[in-house]
């Protein structure tokens, strides 16, 4: 309702996550109401960027890939970013949204599945538990991999998008894993 809104008419998005974060029914209706706008404009940005993108990956970075059931399959490739260590993962949401209170960044990670669930869900696992540094040689170690697995089958770039239509998709989840 009406006492979301700030006084420009925009959505506050720390009463509404003070709202949805508490009540899970609460969170499924927000879901209901958002999940089919986002998967279209998903869907449309995935299209432009398979067929009609000039590079040969095309990533979508999906905080609720895993929860939502229903969006892996758009992927030839899952990735998720994560952290072994819970603090770790809760002192970077707190740092993130220091207007948060520790319960209420609790309640957002504690909404999601568990870091472990994701990890088997997952082709990729990156674990982003250290430095800067490790973090980017586990990435530039996953982008040779990808395109390993893209151009290391024995077929021409031109064969592949012949095949597939276009760049691969690559969904990466890591909403709350971030330095």
Request: positive net charge.
């Amino acid at each position: 309702g009406d006492d979301i809104l700030t006084p420009e008419g925009r959505i506050d998005r720390l009463k509404l996550g003070s709202i949805v974060f508490k009540d899970p029914q609460k969170r499924r209706q927000l879901n209901r109401i958002t999940h089919p706008k986002i998967m279209m404009v998903l869907l449309q940005r995935l299209l432009r960027g398979v067929f009609f993108g000039s590079c040969d990956l095309t990533i979508a970075d999906i905080p609720l890939l895993f929860e939502s059931g229903k969006l892996s399959w758009l992927f030839a490739v899952t990735v998720c970013v994560t952290v072994v260590d819970p603090s770790i993962q809760l002192d970077r949401l707190r740092k993130r949204n220091p207007e948060l209170s520790k319960q209420e960044c609790q309640a957002r990670i504690d909404s999601q599945l568990p870091l472990e669930k994701k990890q088997k869900m997952a082709d990729i696992v990156i674990d982003n538990s250290g430095s800067l540094e490790d973090l980017s040689e586990q990435v530039e170690d996953v982008r040779r991999d990808l395109m390993g697995r893209l151009y290391g089958i024995g077929m021409s770039l031109l064969q592949m998008l012949l095949l597939i239509g276009g760049s691969t998709s690559i969904a990466v989840s890591s909403k709350f894993y971030s330095h």
